[in-house]
C-alpha cells in the first residue's frame, strides 16, 4: 500500500509545530532519549531559523573483562578489541567491523541476570531490551533501546516489563533483569561499529555499543523529517569516516523512531548508503555527505533550498576556499549552520567564528565550547590522568582535547628557547635509576645540508608519561659532521660499542642511511632500524599524532618540558640549540601533532634537525634499552673523564705530600 504524501497528512503537521524548534523534545519523547547539557545547548542555538552554531569541543561501554564474540567464532576480552578485529553480529551471521575503540572512567553498574548471568555497563551504555507483556503502549515482543542512567530512574513495574534477550538455536530469548548494582566509578572499554551496532557477546547475549555521541544523528534525523523538503549537506576534510558514523547514528536514531510513539513517522524515512531522504520526495528532501578538495571547491557548490543544513565536521581543517563555497550556498533567511571541531590552529574561518564573527564580537556565529573538564561524562581521575599525560593544562593538546579552546601557541615552533637552555642545566637525572645505553644515529645525505650525527645516551625508563615516563642523559656526540664517509661513521659506531656495555644501536636506515645498514648487517651487528614516517604502532598513538616521527618529537619537547632530557656534553652546544628551537609544528584536521617535513622545513629556509632527530629517536615507539652494570671507558672529553681526571689530581697531590712528609 502505497504511502500517503506526508505534507498531506495533518497528523504531521502537528508534530511540526511540537517539534520543528525544540529538538530536545524531538530528542526525549519520540527517541527516548536523555541528552546532557550540552547537547541540550547545542539544540537550542541550531534550532531557530539562520542560526549560525561554531562548536569548538574537547572531549559506551563495558567493564573490563567483557567477553566480546568474534566473527571466527572466538571470542575476546573488551579490553583487547582493535580496529583490526570484527565483532559477530546480532543475528549471529554478519561481521561489524570495528572502526574504532574508546575508553574511560564513569559509574559502573553490575546487571545480573535470573539465569545467573551478569554483566559490567557504565551508565551510557545501551541496553537492549524486549517487553514481555503488552502494557503502556508497548506490545508484548517489542524491542526498545535505553540509557542504563534512564533505566534506573524507571519504576520497578516497567523494569519487569522489559527483559534483556540473547540469541539462542537462531532465535531472540528473554533474560530477565533480577538487579543493577552500584560499582562507583571505574575504567570502561569499548568500540564503534561499521554499520548495524548490536552484536553478541561470548555468552550470546545481544548487546549495543555506545559510541560516540549521537548529535549527529539526532540533528540529522530532526532536521530531515519536520521541515517540508528539506537538505541537509554533511561536509568534512575525510568524508568516508564522518558518513559512515553520521549514517549510523541516524540508523540508531531511526530505530529508535521505529520503536517509540511515533513509530509510523518513520516509515516514511528512505535509507541508502549514499541518501537518507523522505519516500515520494527522493530528489528534493535528503541528507547527503560531500566532500571537495582545497583546488576544487566549487565542487560543493549549487546546493540551494528554503531549509538547508550545513553540517561541516572537523572544521578546523576544512580548507577557507571550501568553506567560502558551502557557506555561501546558505543564501535564504532560515538556513542553518554547523561547524564542529576540535580547535587545531589558530587561524581560519573555524578560529574566525569564535573570535571576530561570534555574538561575543556582535558575530552572527553562536561560538560554544564544551570544555571536558565540565562534562558529567568524564571523571576527575580521567582529568587527573590527562593532566599527567600531557604534563599540564598548558599543554597545547591538553588546551584542545580536554578543554576544548584553541592551543596557547606562542610561535610556530614546538621547543623554546628557554627549553633549549634547560636542557644542559641541572644536576643528573638518572642517579639512582639502573639505565641502559643506547646509540643513535641519524646518516647525512652528503649536499651540503644534511649532518651525520651519533649520539650516546643513558635511558631509563618506558613510558610516555608517568611514574615510568623515559628519561634521558645525552652523554657524548662522538660525531656531526657534514661528509659523507659511510666507513668513518661505522668505525666510530663500532667504537661506541665498545665503550659502552649493552649499548643498543638505533640507526635511520633509509635513504642515505641503507648503505651504512648494509655495512652493520654484513659486519653482524644488529641495530634498531628507524622507520619513523609509517603511522605509529598503538591505536592511542595514532589518534594524536600524524607518524612516528610525530610522536618522537613530541615526546622529546615534553621529557626537555618536564626535566627529564639532560645534554652532559658541550660539544655541539651551539649548533644543538640553533637546531632544537626550530622544530615547526602543527595539528591536522583530527587534532594530531604534525612536524613538519625536511621539505617543507628547507622551503622555509630551516636547516635539517639532523642533531635533534638522533635526540627524537630516543622517544620513538618499542625503542628499549639493556641495563649496563659495567663501567664505562670514557672519553677524555666527556664531564665523567673530566670529573675522574680532577680525582686523579687530586690524590697525586696527596701522594706527593705523603712522599714529603714520611719520605717514601
Not at 575504567?187 to 549527529?216: C, I, P, W
Request: charged share 25%; net charge neutral; glycine share 8%.
Amino acid at each position: 500500500m502505497a504511502l500517503q504524501p506526508l505534507k498531506e497528512i495533518p497528523e504531521w503537521w502537528e508534530l511540526c509545530v511540537r517539534y520543528r524548534y525544540d529538538i530536545y523534545a524531538f530528542a526525549v519523547e519520540a527517541l527516548g532519549i536523555t541528552p546532557t547539557w550540552q547537547q541540550e545547548l547545542l539544540f537550542e542555538s541550531i534550532a531557530f531559523d539562520g542560526s549560525r552554531t561554531s562548536v569548538a569541543s574537547g572531549h559506551g561501554c563495558f567493564g573490563k573483562g567483557t567477553k566480546i564474540r568474534l566473527a571466527n567464532g572466538k571470542w575476546k576480552r573488551v579490553e583487547k578489541i582493535t580496529i583490526n578485529d570484527a565483532v559477530l553480529g546480532s543475528d549471529g551471521i554478519i561481521p561489524r567491523e570495528v572502526i574504532s575503540t574508546v575508553t574511560g572512567w564513569q559509574d559502573l553498574y553490575r546487571f545480573e541476570y535470573e539465569n545467573g548471568k551478569s554483566h559490567v555497563y557504565n551508565k551510557s551504555h545501551i541496553l537492549c531490551l524486549i517487553a514481555l507483556e503488552t502494557k503502556n503502549g508497548w506490545k508484548a515482543g517489542d524491542m526498545m533501546e535505553v540509557l542504563v542512567s534512564k533505566w534506573l530512574e524507571w519504576p520497578e513495574e516497567t523494569k519487569h516489563q522489559f527483559a534483556a534477550y540473547e540469541l539462542k538455536h537462531k532465535k531472540y530469548s528473554p533474560i530477565r533483569i533480577k538487579r543493577a548494582v552500584s560499582l562507583g566509578e571505574g575504567e570502561y572499554f569499548g568500540f564503534v561499529l561499521d554499520g548495524d551496532s548490536t552484536f553478541l557477546t561470548a555468552d550470546g547475549m545481544v548487546h549495543h555499543n555506545t559510541g560516540k555521541t549521537a548529535s549527529a544523528g539526532i540533528v540529522a534525523l530532526w532536521h530531515l523529517l519536520f521541515f517540508d523538503e528539506s537538505i541537509t549537506m554533511f561536509t568534512a576534510p575525510q568524508i568516508g569516516q564522518l558518513k559512515k558514523q553520521v549514517w549510523k547514528e541516524i540508523s540508531i536514531n531511526l530505530g529508535r523512531l521505529k520503536s517509540g510513539p511515533l513509530g509510523w513517522l518513520a516509515d516514511y524515512v528512505g535509507y541508502q548508503s549514499e541518501l537518507v531522504y523522505i519516500k515520494g520526495s527522493k530528489e528534493k528532501w535528503y541528507v547527503f555527505a560531500k566532500t571537495a578538495p582545497k583546488h576544487q571547491p566549487t565542487n560543493l557548490a549549487g546546493n540551494h533550498a528554503d531549509n538547508y543544513l550545513l553540517w561541516g565536521d572537523e572544521a578546523s581543517g576544512i580548507p577557507d576556499e571550501v568553506m567560502d563555497v558551502v557557506l555561501g550556498a546558505l543564501t535564504h533567511e532560515d538556513n542553518r549552520a554547523v561547524l564542529t571541531s576540535q580547535p587545531t590552529r589558530n587561524a581560519g574561518l573555524f578560529y574566525e567564528t569564535h573570535h571576530t564573527l561570534s555574538h561575543r564580537s556582535d558575530g552572527v556565529w553562536t561560538a560554544l565550547t564544551f570544555n571536558g573538564e565540565e562534562s558529567p561524562l568524564v571523571s576527575k581521575q580521567s582529568l587527573a590522568e590527562q593532566r599527567q599525560k600531557y604534563g599540564s593544562r598548558d599543554d597545547p593538546q591538553y588546551q584542545i582535547r580536554v578543554l576544548g579552546q584553541f592551543p596557547d601557541r606562542a610561535d610556530e615552533f614546538l621547543i623554546t628557547k628557554r627549553n633549549a637552555e634547560n636542557m644542559y642545566c641541572g644536576a643528573s637525572i638518572l642517579k639512582d635509576h639502573l639505565f641502559g645505553y643506547v646509540i643513535t644515529v641519524d646518516v647525512g645525505g652528503g649536499v651540503g645540508r644534511d649532518d651525520s650525527v651519533i649520539a650516546v645516551s643513558k635511558v631509563w625508563g618506558e613510558a610516555q608519561w608517568g611514574d615510568r615516563a623515559r628519561r634521558v642523559e645525552v652523554v657524548d656526540i662522538p660525531l656531526c659532521k657534514n661528509k659523507d664517509d659511510i666507513t668513518e661513521l661505522f668505525a666510530k659506531i663500532h667504537e661506541c660499542i665498545l665503550k659502552y656495555p649493552n649499548a643498543t644501536l638505533v640507526v635511520d636506515d633509509n635513504g642515505a642511511g641503507k648503505g651504512l645498514g648494509q655495512l652493520l648487517t654484513k659486519n653482524g651487528i644488529w641495530y634498531m632500524p628507524v622507520h619513523w614516517g609509517g603511522a605509529c604502532f598503538n591505536t592511542d598513538n595514532r589518534k594524536e599524532y600524524v607518524n612516528k616521527r610525530a610522536l618522537a618529537y613530541v615526546g622529546l619537547y615534553r621529557a626537555i618540558d618536564q626535566g627529564r632530557f639532560k645534554i652532559k656534553t658541550v660539544k655541539f652546544k651551539v649548533k644543538t640549540q640553533a637546531q632544537i628551537i626550530k622544530i615547526p609544528y602543527t595539528f591536522d584536521e583530527h587534532s594530531r601533532y604534525k612536524i613538519f617535513s625536511k621539505d617543507e622545513m628547507k622551503r622555509m629556509g630551516i636547516k635539517s634537525p639532523d642533531l635533534g632527530d638522533v635526540f627524537a629517536f630516543l622517544f620513538l615507539e618499542n625503542m628499549f634499552y639493556t641495563e649496563a652494570y659495567e663501567n664505562v671507558v670514557v672519553s677524555d672529553e666527556s664531564p665523567e673523564a673530566q670529573e675522574q681526571a680532577a680525582k686523579k689530581s687530586r690524590f697525586s697531590q696527596l701522594k706527593e705530600a705523603a712522599k714529603k712528609e714520611f719520605g717514601t
